[in-house]
Structure formats: C-alpha cells, structure tokens
C-alpha cells in the first residue's frame, strides 16, 4: 500500500507541469512535450513564452509624475507663446494711440479720417516724391514777366518777321496774346501750388505737434 502510495505520489516537475498546464489552459496555449530533457527545455521556454504573453495583455503603465508635469509644462509655454504672438498680432493691427484723441472719443465716427491720416503718414516717401514734382512744375511754369514771353525768339527774331503777309502778322498777334493767356494761368496755377504747399505744411506741422503731446499725455 504504503509503495503504491510512493508511486502515485506526482513528482515536482509532475507538479510544475500540471501548473504549466493549467495556466496554459486558462490563457489559451498549450504545448506537448516527450522526453524529460525535452521537457525540461520546454517547461523553460513554456514560462517564458506564459511571461511573454502576459507583458503583452497588461495596460500600458501610466506616466510617471514627472513626466506629466514636464508635458504640462510645455503645453503650457505653447499656449504662453501663442498668447503673445496673438497680443502682438492685435497690436500690430490696432489703431496708433498716436493718431489723436479722436481715437478713444469719437469711435466709428471718425474712423475714416483717422485711417486717412494714417494713409498720409504711411505714404510720406511718395508724397514727398510728389512734393518734388511740383516743385519742378512751379520753376519750370514760372516765367518772370510778360515781357519774357514777348521777346522770346520766336516772336522778336528778324527771322520770323513778315511784315509784308498781313496774314502772318495776325497769326503772331494771336500766337503773343495766347502766350501772354498761358503765362497769365501758369502764374495762377504756381501761386494757388504756393497756397497748397502752405497749407499742407502748416496741417503737418500741427499733426505733428498733437503727436507729441499726444505721446507726453500717454507717457505722463
């Protein structure tokens, strides 16, 4: 009885490979093996590949605190900077403080003619490219006297006199009295340029002093 016993009495890799078994049953793999050399490689590559198996269905571990803190804080510097690029964008697209008090007081109403002298401002190269222009004009237009259109020679030249056709005499009569008209206007047009010259100087020069009280009122 007592042998009998000893015999069916599993030995411990009996017993290792009757757990083997089971848990190759619950997970799902199962390998035969013949031989106890056999056995005993394929009990080590059996736990290995049970390890294997097992890595593979758990959850992926969590992030640890320290990086979820440096993730946060990059999110964080991201938003900062978009947030900066954003007030910078805003302020490059916003009204100049410089433009006048009419900004703050009088709203859409004057927007037009805020925005105008904004235009002026921006467009001071060209203008003054344009200032240069009349400015050749008004030399070029201003001929001195009557007198100078008279005796120009095309008119006061010997060659140019035909006192025997009565018909070019005439022609050179009216030619003087349209000269004398065009001097006449050209000197209106350089005085009335004179005038507007002036004036865009003395509206310059009172911008520019509302500027800078402007920006005193804004600095104080």
């Not at 640890?64 to 440096?70: F, G, I, L, V, Y």
């Not at 921006?122 to 490219?129: E, L, N, P, V």
């Not at 005796?151 to 349209?178: G, H, Q, T, V």
């Amino acid at each position: 009885m007592s042998e009998a016993a000893a015999d069916s009495t599993p030995t411990p890799l009996e017993q290792l490979e009757l757990r083997l078994a089971e848990l190759e049953l619950k997970i799902g793999t199962s390998v035969v093996s013949s031989s106890s050399q056999t056995q005993n490689i394929d009990v080590t590559s059996r736990l290995d590949n049970l390890l294997r198996i097992e890595t593979s269905r758990r959850p992926p571990a969590p992030p640890t605190a320290k990086a979820s803190d440096a993730s946060l804080h990059t999110k964080r510097a991201a938003l900062h900077q978009e947030f900066r690029t954003i007030d910078r964008l805003l302020s490059e697209l916003a009204m100049s403080p410089l433009a006048g008090p009419a900004a703050s007081v009088g709203g859409n109403a004057n927007a037009p003619l805020l925005f105008r002298r904004q235009e002026i401002l921006a467009s001071s190269d060209s203008m003054k490219r344009d200032m240069e222009v009349l400015s050749r004009i008004r030399e070029l237009t201003m001929i001195g006297s009557e007198s100078n259109v008279v005796n120009c020679p095309i008119i006061a030249s010997e060659r140019y006199n035909l006192p025997s056709d009565p018909e070019a005499k005439e022609r050179l009569e009216r030619l003087c009295f349209r000269a004398a008209e065009v001097h006449k206007r050209s000197t209106a047009v350089s005085i009335r340029a004179d005038r507007m010259l002036d004036s865009y100087g003395k509206v310059m020069m009172a911008l520019s002093e509302k500027m800078v009280l402007a920006e005193e009122q804004i600095k104080g």
